[in-house]
């Protein structure tokens, strides 16, 4: 599936020289009702909620102010290696972007710097939150079935394991899930873990998952998001080819891997651009972002 551009056009009406006061000017057409997910609006301040026991087991709801209920919603996911010193608050700016578009935003915050499986289980509680915490406090105005996922970084690893985390084991953290995303925008992610380690000689996978490839196999079976294909959900990768600490072949390796299984994937390069363009409101990386988040939310109408 191809997500194209939603272009808004407006016309001007112009008087034409020569025009008599009998020409009548054509009747405008009527426009269509726009979807809850293209209706701008200011976003009112995030609500504060918990999710869990632990300290970490927190997020913010981005509700738009824009009276419409069925709204799509987007779990943002933040990176920084899996490190505690890195936290949701630099999610915060292009979370407040993307609700006032006119898109719910479920920003959390998960254990960082752990042990990997309560880095997992976490992700998966938040996003199984949805269906109770998040839904009472928005009031009822979330539509379940316009979920998406959305990281970056290292919270693109888990965007993208939430997507797949359906296709686990039931002994897996996140096996058996109630809420089952239906896109997923992953930026600069870190999708084929082993190839991370192996190859990109990535410090923070093994760090993060407490060995190589080669001594603990089964938790990269496990964590590894291209491990779970297909998962019958649409993927956009986007990465920036001059990324130097998350190579562009993680996406690309990835977005071929789906589209051979069957999944609808899609790859967006972008030439010239970095890991930390993501994050920077003045870049291409950022608003590109922001619109491929928009038009998945719109196309699951």
Known sequence: MRFGRTLTCITTLALLSGCTSTQQPPA???????????????SDPP?????????????????PDNGVDGLP??????GGGWQAKYDMT??????QAIADRGIAVWNIEYRRGVDWRDTLADVDNATEALANTVQEAAGGRLDLDRVQVAGHSA???????????????ASAPGAQPRIRPASATIM??????ARAANIGNDRFVPAFLGGMPDQVPDRYRVASPIDHLPTDVAVTAIHGDSDVTVSVNQSKVYVEAARSAGDSAELEILPG??????VDPTSVAWSTSIDIIAEHAASLD
């Open 73 to 78: 919603v987007v779990v943002m996911v933040h």
């Open 273 to 278: 651009l970095g890991h930390n363009d993501f």
């Open 28 to 42: 405008p057409q009527a426009l269509p009702t726009p979807s809850p997910a293209l209706v701008p609006a200011l």
């Open 47 to 63: 609500i504060r909620l918990a999710y869990g026991a632990d300290k970490d087991n927190i997020g913010d709801l981005y509700l």
């Open 188 to 193: 600069a992610g870190v999708l084929d873990m």
């Open 155 to 169: 919270g693109g690893q888990l965007a993208a394991w939430i997507a797949g985390r359906h296709t686990l084991d």
């Open 90 to 95: 630099y999610f915060a700016p292009i979370s």
